[in-house]
């Protein structure tokens, strides 16, 4: 079993990213047992907390709705026109019904005198199940049959409603409790979980890759392979530091010390849990996905 994960930037139309990430699970699949863990696209989640920020402005809801839309329609339409045999009004029908239920959704609540984080997280959280249900459709087409995980009821966490931490001992005991044919894709939204009432919660900004590794852990993955659009791990960030140096591998433990407010690399929360259950995890570039990338390593 290997767990993907694929960040925002890989799930764009720009550059084909969307179509490499469709053609690295495909082949994925062909050769053994693969998990998928889908990010939101890009700017959605900022465009999502940006529209409940502004609910008692109609114009900005109205905007950040229309920008949500902008960039999905985009992706759908690369993938119809990727050559891939994907049928535009298949794609179409699916964005239609989502983005109906995300509307409703922000009407109801811009009625509303205060709002509650148990229906803010809702919004937030709608991209990442949006992109799961296309990429759904897209391998079964290609013949593949698909488990998706629902994490508020398979993924256990405790805290608020905007961040809590996964209790892994009972999200494993969950996950085990699932009976997925070997031959199936699961595929699971990244970011969310759920708590002990099975409300949806989040794990934090940025938590997708947490998400990887916990569901890494739950199912005995040997590999944990996390894309992104840049080459791997660094000693400084490339993109103030021109000489910056990739690393091949590196220890958890001297992955943290790298750890910036600035330098993004992994959510803290998934490096702790790699290094508790020994996950090796490779981080890899979605435009370049023939290097070899950094491994991350267990030096306990």
Request: hydrophobic share 45%.
């Amino acid at each position: 079993m290997k767990v993907l994960k694929f960040g925002g930037s890989s799930l764009i139309h720009t550059n084909n990213n969307i179509l490499h990430v469709i053609d690295i699970i495909i082949k994925n699949a062909n050769t053994g047992r693969t998990s998928v863990v889908l990010s939101a696209p890009q700017k959605i989640t900022d465009y999502l907390t940006l529209l409940v920020n502004s609910l008692n402005n109609k114009s900005l809801v109205d905007y950040y709705l229309l920008e949500v839309r902008i960039v999905f329609t985009k992706i759908i339409e690369l993938i119809s026109a990727g050559n891939i045999g994907v049928n535009f009004n298949i794609l179409h029908l699916v964005l239609n019904n989502e983005f109906n239920n995300l509307r409703n959704m922000v009407v109801k609540l811009a009625k509303l005198n205060s709002l509650k984080q148990c229906d803010i997280v809702k919004i937030i959280s709608w991209g990442e199940k949006l992109i799961v249900l296309i990429i759904d459709k897209v391998v079964k087409i290609f013949g593949f049959h698909v488990t998706i995980i629902d994490p508020t009821k398979k993924i256990l966490a405790n805290g608020s409603y905007l961040e809590s931490v996964v209790d892994i001992d009972t999200s494993i005991k969950n996950i085990n409790n699932m009976t997925i044919p070997n031959t199936n894709i699961i595929l699971m939204p990244g970011f969310i979980a759920g708590n002990k009432y099975y409300e949806l919660v989040l794990l934090g900004r940025n938590s997708s890759d947490y998400s990887a590794v916990v569901l890494a852990v739950c199912l005995k993955a040997k590999k944990c392979e996390i894309w992104k659009d840049v080459d791997g791990i660094y000693d400084n960030d490339p993109k103030f530091t021109p000489k910056a140096k990739l690393f091949k591998y590196i220890y958890y433990s001297d992955l943290l010390d790298l750890i910036k407010p600035r330098f993004k690399i992994l959510h803290i929360n998934s490096i702790f849990l790699a290094k508790k259950f020994n996950i090796d995890c490779i981080i890899k570039n979605i435009n370049n996905p023939n290097l070899s990338g950094t491994i991350l390593l267990n030096n306990n």
